[in-house]
């Protein structure tokens, strides 16, 4: 069984190569100074956005953000998964690619992946040879016939029959108890139970989950078979049945009609995300190609963000009725905090009573599409619509309304141009300021962690996000008591924490160019860190950065980590390593953050100059120091609220900490 591919081969490999002969070979670059520009082979645009970088053996595409090393340019433009570009990079330079041995554990858990792999494309072809030849098929091909699909389409999504009867596959594949079992734990079969609960012991007593359904094998990114939808074909329920999860097969994570819409566009400009398998296979007889579905499932962020890896625009289309409105909200939400500058996410809520599949089969492919470029709703204008729905903006009250809910969502959007055009928006709809949106901001944060804190969970806490300090005001109208001998502390701080050192206000801040920091300190550490790895070496004790519910600090500690071990990584061997061991997702966050302005442009002075513009190590010091400011004042935030709870009761010694750094904040 092959194993992992070595990392020092990884990092060797990308050594050896040169991005620039990779890319070249396949869009034709053009020296610019000291890079190479082209025009992005992964969006439509006229003028070139694309960099390669020979120093720093890296991509990137000011246009639609894709970046990456030469593993990484292959994987995107030859759609090839990381082990078979790995392969083919090394087959280029004449080089055998090494695997290393499994521990037991993994080489077990991976041949039962590949065995259940193997498994469920015995399934696909038992299921399209059944639709060929099976003595019921006819009723099936006359409902797609009906359906108005060709055998064309049925072949290119594989579409298949389950007929009637309850052991067919069963018969077919699984002539032992253990071969049954595998079958089941594919989630192709069920296993009977006695009357007392008890479930059978051997293959007879199994029986097939589908039957009499047309059959429609649900393809991973690489193309195989990994589960199975079921349209039935008689009067059974449900009408439409999924497979289970599986340990290959999660539907959080899967789009049905991803892989075919890959492979019938060379240049996918855009994804259009429908309810039902269906609307996929309408869509796609008449010549739009590009339609995914989620698995019976709301459309969640893993699903937005496996979207957005592949194409920059994503359109919604559903029906009209209460149910659609209700998985478009979902879908809007779980977008926002992925709407990085250069994405589009528009919505088309179709007429109750119809879905995708019928209104294409009455209008055709090319009037559908109009529809989708003429009346798909921009982002900006779907959610303060759904959001102002019953709300009379003409009034105080109704603004303010409007501003409590939209400010929330909005301050999910990412850092960028496209989310100060947004609060734009909700200023011009409601009349307030950006400041003062802040504010209604902030106090809906804190009105939410109080009911937070105030209901027991019920399950485990979902993954946290960037605790955003609230607005100096949100904190005006508490009482906390405080001696009357001692003054009020200045609104824009409050007061250390007893026992703690002090921080010195005397000390100048660091100068540094206007507008220079364009990431909060959180992410500008891990930019500066991926340039000047040295940098790690300043870090002595990383728990305080592994334990933050700050997701950012977290990865921070991880490449710390990293790189305190293999002080000799370069930005091109970290993010090979990071695609290797944490995914296409999180290398391509690194690779954002390693296109931030402060470093990418830290080197426009005259040519040939090498010297930078500014001094990383005391950015580097001066993001630490703020992170410092900002954990101590929540720590005085904190205990601000013991005391208000506590009714103010101060010792001597508090009272005289206090009143000397008042003195000092003097």
């Not at 977008?335 to 809520?349: I, K, N, T, V, W």
């Not at 400041?435 to 105030?454: D, F, S, W």
């Not at 009714?647 to 001597?652: I, R, T």
């Amino acid at each position: 069984m092959a194993g992992k591919i070595p990392q020092h081969f990884i990092d060797d490999l990308l050594a050896r190569a040169d991005i620039v002969d990779i890319v070249d070979s396949r869009v034709k670059l053009r020296k610019t100074g000291k890079n190479y520009s082209a025009c992005c082979p992964f969006h439509d645009e006229k003028t070139p956005s694309f960099t390669v970088s020979p120093d720093k053996q890296f991509f990137y595409c000011f246009g639609c953000g894709a970046n990456g090393n030469a593993i990484g340019f292959l994987m995107e433009y030859d759609r090839l998964p990381f082990p078979e570009a790995v392969e083919k990079l090394a087959a280029g330079m004449g080089l055998e690619v090494p695997r290393e041995q499994l521990a037991p554990g993994q080489e077990k858990r991976q041949r039962e992946s590949q065995s259940l792999y193997q498994l469920t494309e015995r399934a696909a072809e038992f299921y399209r040879q059944q639709l060929r030849s099976h003595p019921s098929a006819g009723k099936a091909i006359a409902y797609l016939r009906q359906r108005g699909l060709s055998g064309e389409i049925a072949r290119d999504f594989g579409i298949g029959l389950a007929p009637p009867g309850w052991d067919n596959l069963l018969n077919a594949l699984a002539d032992t108890a253990e071969k049954a079992d595998q079958l089941e734990q594919a989630g192709l079969a069920i296993r009977r139970q006695d009357s007392d609960g008890r479930t059978k012991p051997d293959r007879r007593h199994h029986y097939d989950r589908f039957r009499d359904r047309i059959m429609f094998p649900i393809r991973d990114q690489r193309g195989r078979p990994i589960a199975f939808g079921g349209r039935v074909l008689g009067d059974e329920k449900p009408k439409y049945l999924n497979s289970p999860e599986t340990p290959i097969f999660h539907k959080s994570r899967e789009l049905y009609g991803l892989w075919e819409a890959r492979q019938a566009n060379r240049d996918l400009k855009r994804l259009i995300v429908v309810e039902g398998y269906m609307d996929v296979v309408a869509l796609a007889q008449f010549g739009i190609r590009c339609a995914v579905a989620t698995l019976g499932t709301a459309c969640g962020e893993e699903h937005i963000q496996l979207a957005f890896r592949h194409v920059a625009e994503l359109v919604f289309c559903f029906d009209g009725d209460k149910a659609g409105r209700t998985a478009a909200r979902r879908a809007l939400e779980a977008a926002l905090p992925h709407m990085q500058d250069g994405r589009s996410l528009r919505f088309l809520l179709l007429p109750e009573g119809e879905d995708p599949d019928t209104l294409v089969r009455q209008v055709g492919g090319e009037r559908f599409e109009q529809l989708l470029d003429e009346q798909a709703r921009p982002l900006e204008d779907f959610l303060f619509d759904l959001l102002g729905e019953g709300i009379n903006l003409q009034t105080m009250d109704g603004r303010a309304r409007l501003s409590k809910l939209a400010g929330p969502l909005l301050d999910q959007l990412p850092e960028g141009v496209y989310r100060q055009l947004m609060f734009q928006q909700l200023a011009a709809r409601t009349g307030l300021d950006r400041a003062t949106l802040e504010e209604v901001i902030g106090a809906e944060k804190a009105r939410a962690t109080q009911t937070r804190a105030q209901t027991p969970p019920a399950a485990p806490a979902p993954r946290q996000e960037r605790p955003t300090p609230p607005a100096p005001s949100s904190l005006e109208g508490d009482s906390v008591p405080v001696p009357a001998d001692i003054p009020p502390a200045p609104d824009d701080d409050l007061p250390p924490p007893f026992g703690e050192s002090e921080p010195d206000f005397a000390a100048p801040p660091q100068t540094r160019p206007r507008g220079q920091y364009r990431l909060p300190a959180e992410r500008m550490l891990i930019s500066l860190l991926l340039h000047h790895p040295q940098l790690a070496q300043q870090i002595d004790e990383l728990d305080r950065f592994r334990d933050s519910g700050d997701p950012d600090l977290r990865l921070f500690a991880e490449l710390v980590a990293l790189l305190q071990q293999r002080p000799d990584y370069n930005l091109n061997q970290l993010l090979g390593y990071w695609r290797a061991h944490h995914g296409a997702d999180s290398c391509d966050t690194l690779a954002q953050l390693a296109s931030s302005q402060l470093v990418t442009g830290a080197r426009q002075l005259a040519q040939g100059d090498t010297q930078l513009e500014y001094d990383p190590q005391a950015e580097f010091r001066d993001c630490l120091q703020r992170l410092e400011r900002a954990e101590q004042k929540a720590r005085n935030r904190s205990l601000l609220e013991q005391l208000k709870s506590a009714g103010g009761q101060l010792s001597p010694e508090q009272r005289a900490l206090l009143a000397n750094w008042q003195r000092k904040r003097e």
